[in-house]
């Protein structure tokens, strides 16, 4: 819907075969998936300053014990933030 009205606003038809990424480069907006893993890591960083009996940060030190189901890995929250600080250049302490 974003791009949608990006391309309108520049007066671009669907035949014009312009990328997503240089209309919003052209107009200054900033991907989607940018601004999640901004949030991401904004979120990261509340729940590192808070206090150790928080639910957040008993939850990120929170450790399961047994094994993982068999197949693909689900998607973690840790997962997903590490790959966020990896783009980032920020090593976790």
């Avoid at 900033?30 to 901004?38: L, Q, T």
């Amino acid at each position: 819907m974003e791009t949608k009205m990006l391309r309108r606003t520049a007066g671009l038809r669907p035949m014009d075969r312009i990328r997503n990424e240089a209309i919003r480069q052209k107009f200054g907006v900033a991907s989607i998936a940018d601004k999640m893993r901004e949030a991401r890591l904004r979120r990261y960083g509340h729940v590192l300053r808070g206090k150790e009996d928080s639910v957040g940060k008993i939850g990120l030190k929170f450790q399961v014990v047994g094994k993982r189901p068999g197949g693909r890995p689900k998607q973690r929250w840790s997962d997903t933030l590490h790959m966020d600080l990896k783009v980032a250049g920020v090593h976790p302490n």
